[in-house]
T-cell receptor, first 112, second 114 residues
Framework: SQQGEEDPQALSIQEGENATMNCSYK?????LQWYRQNSGRGLVHLIL?????REKHSGRLRVTLDTSKKSSSLLITASRAADTASYFC????????????FGEGTQLTVNP | DAGITQSPRYKITETGRQVTLMCHQT?????MFWYRQDLGHGLRLIYY???????DKGEVPDGYVVSRSKTENFPLTLESATRSQTSVYFC?????????????FGDGTRLSIL
């Protein structure tokens, strides 16, 4: 089974609204990463948060990490149509030799 | 421009044929990875390599072979293709600092096996 699981599977919002995606994982990690994938393209790394960090910002992105709940959230503020993509979390479970394990992703649609 | 390129972008072949997917990166990254992406399974690791001449199995290695004679190239071979190997294949690389560092992905090879 996947180490990281995103929720919801799909999200549709209007331009200008905020989008929140969640990721839950099962075992201890060193870091958690978020990636974006546009249709027909490869994944693009967005942000990395370490296990000793609680929150991180990058432009309109805000990532939180709660290691006690084994969960993370990705917030995109003031969304744009260009944010339409799939978003994946990736965790480096110690039980998998710290290799990254990707969830199945959240499909975000931002309507103009 | 530096980057990671995969070829071909699209490939159609028949069951039982051998097919090789190419991956080339210009960053001299230590680590390289092959994933397959399927609906309902997300991204699954097939093989990875920590350096030239060092490769290791991932989650779904059966039916695949890799080699890494040069740092910049990491080809993936399906020795006898099966329909279950129809998928989108992604190559990725990451630099020093460990296997869990951010990865840079190619744009994928869409492989159909008839």
């Amino acid at each position: 089974s996947q180490q990281g699981e995103e929720d919801p599977q799909a999200l549709s919002i209007q331009e200008g609204e905020n989008a929140t995606m969640n990721c839950s994982y099962k075992t201890s990690i060193n870091n958690l990463q978020w990636y974006r994938q546009n249709s027909g393209r490869g994944l693009v790394h967005l942000i990395l948060i370490r296990s000793n960090e609680r929150e991180k910002h990058s432009g309109r992105l805000r990532v939180t990490l709660d290691t006690s709940k084994k969960s993370s959230s990705l917030l995109i503020t003031a969304s744009r149509a260009a944010d339409t993509a799939s978003y994946f979390c990736a965790t480096d479970a110690l039980t998998s030799g710290s290799r990254l394990t990707f969830g199945e992703g959240t499909q975000l649609t931002v309507n103009p | 421009d530096a980057g990671i390129t995969q070829s071909p972008r699209y490939k159609i072949t028949e069951t039982g044929r051998q097919v090789t997917l190419m991956c080339h990166q210009t960053w001299s990254h230590s680590y390289m990875f092959w994933y397959r992406q399927d609906l309902g399974h997300g991204l699954r690791l097939i093989y990875y390599s920590a350096a030239a001449d060092i490769t290791d199995k991932g989650e779904v290695p059966d039916g695949y072979v890799v080699s890494r004679s040069k740092t910049e190239n990491f080809p993936l071979t399906l020795e006898s293709a099966t329909r279950s190997q129809t998928s989108v294949y992604f190559c990725a690389s990451s630099g020093t600092g460990g296997i869990n560092q951010p990865q840079h992905f190619g744009d994928g090879t869409r492989l159909s096996i008839l």
